[in-house]
């Protein structure tokens, strides 16, 4: 189990890696859809008691809206926007990525000098989830495209549920179905806000975005 | 009864956006506000009972919120009503750049007003801190829409910023959530659940390290979305932007709720004897707040920005009262309701300004008593009471809260306080005095001034609601009523004051 769990684990450190490093925004929604996929895995592999149905069922409903609808969504608002790569991103794709190396070994590091809870998942699990983490802010505020931002969120959001299931915390379903929900529907209005700055601005450049200031 | 609070809203907002006829939409709007506050005075005469396992509970502190929430919002609903008669035209000038806009459709502004009522009760009724987490991201995308009412760059400009910076802050403050259960899982057992009872309950178990870091991380959250310094940044975009009535709500109601997220915590840090942690960060966000309001509400070009960042100095002055304690807690508590109701007033009597002058720069509008009688003095009264001056309640308030600092033995901070509340006053009497004095500019006398009459210009509907709240914000500070003082006093102690 041990063995899968570290594969898929690497593998979505590659995912990120190569979110930093890829200027097509086609290409990298694809990633953050694999990044759903491989954490419904990981969510079934860490679970150090069985697979429920309650485990199943987020599981499937996880997988359904980060994986299909949202990536789908964005998709869409590209190819409506018509904006297909990230040109000139205010911090280079190689900065990025020896920036992302970086932030993967203060991840290591800092997860290894976590206090532990003595039940909890292993503290390569939790860094690789401080990794998805970091990496979603810094695609936040290293890139100009509108959409590039949304998908650092989502990155974001997939890193807090991967540190949730290291630790194996069980939120109530009601509770969890609301966190989706929620993510679901600040993407739909980011898609739809994107969808505006592209009609209104010709272009989807957040950084272009300054009228308003002091 | 929770859940007759919490569906009222839904079911209408839900409701509003499907409805076709504009009247009965409008109708809507009112009628659910309306039943929305009547529920709310139910729940001071009879407590409901917690529903969900005591996920959904209405406290003292909850209360405090939700009531000033729904009269808010019912204040709100009746000027929206008015605004989006007068806007319901197809397509206006904008203000600043003479630039042609559609607005957003009624139906779906209508809608997302209902939802943004609904998410902020579910936000006051929460006693979970998933649930509160699951409620706060909700007032950010059902408001998100409202902002950008008035389609154009600069509206858009804001919600992109808004929807960004919260949505990121609050995805801090869901890691946040994860922190305290992780928190509560090493101190093993019944703890695990994140109700709030629960983890007072097990309070002295949860490890402090976890903890502590689980209130950082809440605080940048929650603080972004709260609008304290420097992570205010979308919330000068935000309010200048957006309808007037849409500002009033989002500074007197969402940002409470917001400060009912970071008040649960401290609440719990408190409980785990970690209050000195809390406290400390909550004084200094405080005061770095107050400073920086002040320095940007000095020679402020825009009047509704002015407000926006009035509201950043008095959430400040909310953080910094519940950092000191004691009977700065019960100033803060009492704030809280006289901030929101002088504030909503300002940014109601703000929207009647801006629809006759057209513009928000401070300079260009002047003779504001001569032009609107009525809002001219709203005007000014309301900046009387945001300042702080007797008779209002905000003078009460903001004195208690001197006290509290002077009692817990804190000299400097008192200073500073007192520092930055004389600079925002002159800062905004300067601004403030100037519009409301001198004569209308030529261009106004002669064109829209001349052709309406005075009633025209200020129909009802547009300064009742702000004339009620400025009569509440009168009352309050003369007599707080019995039933609300109670109130106060048994939320200051659940906030730790004795």
Same mark, same amino acid.
């Not at chain 1, 990044?35 to 429920?52: F, R």
């Not at chain 2, 509440?472 to 200051?492: I, K, M, N």
């Given at each position: 189990?041990?063995?899968?769990?570290?594969?898929?684990?690497?593998?979505?450190?590659?995912?990120?890696?190569?979110?930093?490093?890829?200027?097509?925004?086609?290409?990298?929604?694809?990633?953050?859809?694999?990044?759903?996929?491989?954490?419904?895995?990981?969510?079934?592999?860490?679970?150090?008691?069985?697979?429920?149905?309650?485990?199943?069922?987020?599981?499937?409903?996880?997988?359904?809206?980060?994986?299909?609808?949202?990536?789908?969504?964005?998709?869409?608002?590209?190819?409506?926007?018509?904006?297909?790569?990230?040109?000139?991103?205010?911090?280079?794709?190689?900065?990025?990525?020896?920036?992302?190396?970086?932030?993967?070994?203060?991840?290591?590091?800092?997860?290894?000098?976590?206090?532990?809870?003595?039940?909890?998942?292993?503290?390569?699990?939790?860094?690789?989830?401080?990794?998805?983490?970091?990496?979603?802010?810094?695609?936040?505020?290293?890139?100009?495209?509108?959409?590039?931002?949304?998908?650092?969120?989502?990155?974001?959001?997939?890193?807090?549920?991967?540190?949730?299931?290291?630790?194996?915390?069980?939120?109530?379903?009601?509770?969890?179905?609301?966190?989706?929900?929620?993510?679901?529907?600040?993407?739909?209005?980011?898609?739809?806000?994107?969808?505006?700055?592209?009609?209104?601005?010709?272009?989807?450049?957040?950084?272009?975005?300054?009228?308003?200031?002091? | 009864?929770?859940?007759?609070?919490?569906?009222?809203?839904?079911?209408?907002?839900?409701?509003?956006?499907?409805?076709?006829?504009?009247?009965?939409?409008?109708?809507?709007?009112?009628?659910?506000?309306?039943?929305?506050?009547?529920?709310?005075?139910?729940?001071?005469?009879?407590?409901?009972?917690?529903?969900?396992?005591?996920?959904?509970?209405?406290?003292?502190?909850?209360?405090?919120?939700?009531?000033?929430?729904?009269?808010?919002?019912?204040?709100?609903?009746?000027?929206?009503?008015?605004?989006?008669?007068?806007?319901?035209?197809?397509?206006?000038?904008?203000?600043?750049?003479?630039?042609?806009?559609?607005?957003?459709?009624?139906?779906?502004?209508?809608?997302?007003?209902?939802?943004?009522?609904?998410?902020?009760?579910?936000?006051?009724?929460?006693?979970?801190?998933?649930?509160?987490?699951?409620?706060?991201?909700?007032?950010?995308?059902?408001?998100?829409?409202?902002?950008?009412?008035?389609?154009?760059?600069?509206?858009?400009?804001?919600?992109?910023?808004?929807?960004?910076?919260?949505?990121?802050?609050?995805?801090?403050?869901?890691?946040?959530?994860?922190?305290?259960?992780?928190?509560?899982?090493?101190? @093993?057992?019944?703890?695990?659940?994140?109700?709030?009872?629960?983890?007072?309950?097990?309070?002295?178990?949860?490890?402090?390290?976890?903890?502590?870091?689980?209130?950082?991380?809440?605080?940048?959250?929650?603080?972004?979305? &709260?609008?304290?310094?420097?992570?205010?940044?979308?919330?000068?975009?935000?309010?200048?932007?957006?309808?007037?009535?849409?500002?009033?709500?989002?500074?007197?109601?969402?940002?409470?709720?917001?400060?009912?997220?970071?008040?649960?915590?401290?609440?719990?840090?408190?409980?785990?004897?970690?209050?000195?942690?809390?406290?400390?960060?909550?004084?200094?966000?405080?005061?770095?707040?107050?400073?920086?309001?002040?320095?940007?509400?000095? @020679?402020?070009?825009?009047?509704?920005?002015?407000?926006?960042?009035?509201?950043?100095?008095?959430?400040?002055?909310?953080?910094?009262?519940?950092?000191?304690?004691?009977?700065?807690?019960?100033?803060? &508590?009492?704030?809280?309701?006289?901030?929101?109701?002088?504030?909503?007033?300002?940014?109601?009597?703000?929207?009647?300004?801006?629809?006759?002058?057209?513009?928000?720069?401070?300079?260009?509008?002047?003779?504001?008593?001569?032009?609107?009688?009525?809002?001219?003095?709203?005007?000014?009264?309301?900046?009387?009471?945001?300042?702080?001056?007797?008779?209002?309640?905000?003078?009460?308030?903001?004195?208690?809260?001197?006290?509290?600092?002077?009692?817990?033995?804190?000299?400097?901070?008192?200073?500073?306080?007192?520092?930055?509340?004389?600079?925002?006053?002159?800062?905004?009497?300067?601004?403030?005095?100037? &519009?409301?004095?001198?004569?209308?500019?030529?261009?106004?006398?002669?064109?829209?001034?001349?052709?309406?009459?005075?009633?025209?210009?200020?129909?009802?509907?547009?300064?009742?609601?702000?004339?009620?709240?400025?009569?509440?914000?009168?009352?309050?500070?003369?007599?707080?009523?019995?039933?609300?003082?109670?109130?106060?006093?048994?939320?200051?102690?659940?906030?730790?004051?004795?």
């Amino acid at each position: 189990m041990n063995v899968w769990l570290d594969t898929l684990l690497v593998l979505l450190i590659l995912t990120n890696l190569h979110m930093l490093g890829s200027s097509r925004i086609t290409a990298c929604i694809r990633t953050v859809a694999c990044q759903a996929v491989l954490l419904a895995a990981i969510s079934l592999l860490a679970q150090p008691d069985g697979i429920g149905l309650r485990l199943l069922l987020l599981a499937a409903v996880t997988t359904t809206i980060k994986a299909g609808i949202l990536p789908w969504l964005l998709q869409r608002a590209v190819r409506e926007v018509g904006v297909q790569t990230e040109v000139e991103p205010i911090v280079g794709f190689t900065t990025s990525l020896l920036l992302g190396l970086g932030l993967l070994g203060a991840a290591l590091h800092v997860a290894g000098r976590l206090p532990l809870p003595n039940d909890a998942g292993t503290s390569f699990l939790v860094a690789v989830a401080l990794f998805t983490m970091m990496v979603g802010l810094l695609l936040i505020v290293s890139r100009r495209k509108a959409v590039m931002q949304t998908l650092g969120y989502l990155a974001m959001e997939n890193g807090i549920y991967a540190f949730g299931l290291a630790f194996a915390i069980e939120e109530p379903l009601l509770v969890e179905m609301g966190v989706l929900l929620d993510v679901f529907v600040a993407v739909f209005v980011m898609g739809i806000a994107i969808h505006h700055i592209s009609r209104e601005f010709d272009h989807i450049d957040t950084d272009r975005l300054a009228a308003l200031k002091d | 009864m929770i859940w007759a609070l919490l569906l009222t809203p839904t079911i209408g907002g839900l409701a509003a956006m499907v409805l076709r006829p504009n009247w009965p939409r409008r109708a809507l709007l009112l009628l659910a506000a309306a039943a929305h506050t009547g529920l709310v005075m139910a729940c001071w005469k009879v407590r409901p009972t917690p529903i969900v396992d005591g996920w959904m509970a209405i406290d003292a502190v909850g209360l405090l919120f939700l009531s000033i929430t729904s009269v808010l919002f019912l204040a709100a609903a009746v000027y929206a009503v008015g605004y989006l008669v007068r806007e319901s035209h197809a397509s206006s000038d904008d203000a600043e750049e003479e630039l042609p806009f559609v607005n957003f459709p009624e139906a779906v502004f209508t809608g997302c007003l209902l939802l943004f009522l609904g998410t902020m009760t579910l936000v006051t009724v929460s006693r979970h801190l998933g649930l509160m987490w699951v409620g706060v991201e909700a007032t950010t995308l059902a408001s998100a829409p409202l902002i950008y009412f008035h389609r154009h760059h600069r509206s858009l400009e804001a919600t992109w910023k808004y929807l960004l910076v919260c949505s990121v802050g609050i995805a801090l403050a869901l890691l946040g959530n994860f922190f305290v259960a992780v928190a509560a899982r090493s101190a @093993g057992g019944s703890a695990a659940h994140l109700t709030i009872d629960s983890l007072i309950a097990h309070a002295g178990a949860l490890n402090p390290l976890w903890l502590k870091a689980a209130f950082l991380l809440f605080l940048v959250g929650y603080g972004a979305k &709260m609008g304290l310094a420097p992570l205010h940044t979308w919330l000068p975009d935000a309010h200048s932007e957006a309808p007037s009535v849409v500002s009033a709500l989002l500074s007197g109601a969402l940002l409470n709720c917001a400060f009912l997220a970071i008040l649960r915590t401290h609440t719990l840090l408190f409980a785990a004897g970690l209050a000195a942690f809390s406290s400390d960060l909550l004084v200094l966000l405080g005061l770095v707040s107050m400073a920086v309001a002040a320095v940007f509400i000095i @020679g402020q070009a825009d009047f509704k920005r002015m407000l926006a960042y009035s509201s950043v100095e008095h959430m400040g002055i909310l953080s910094l009262g519940i950092g000191i304690g004691g009977a700065a807690t019960f100033g803060a &508590m009492l704030h809280t309701a006289n901030h929101s109701l002088t504030k909503a007033m300002l940014f109601l009597a703000a929207g009647n300004i801006l629809a006759l002058y057209r513009t928000k720069s401070t300079t260009r509008v002047r003779g504001l008593l001569h032009a609107l009688p009525i809002t001219g003095v709203l005007w000014l009264v309301g900046f009387l009471a945001i300042v702080g001056s007797p008779p209002f309640g905000p003078f009460l308030s903001e004195l208690t809260i001197l006290k509290g600092a002077i009692d817990a033995g804190r000299p400097l901070v008192a200073t500073a306080y007192l520092l930055t509340l004389a600079i925002v006053f002159v800062g905004m009497a300067t601004i403030v005095l100037r &519009m409301a004095y001198g004569s209308p500019p030529s261009s106004l006398r002669a064109g829209r001034l001349s052709d309406a009459h005075a009633t025209c210009r200020e129909p009802l509907w547009s300064v009742l609601p702000a004339i009620s709240l400025g009569l509440v914000v009168l009352t309050l500070g003369v007599y707080v009523p019995p039933q609300l003082s109670d109130l106060l006093h048994r939320a200051a102690i659940a906030l730790g004051a004795n």
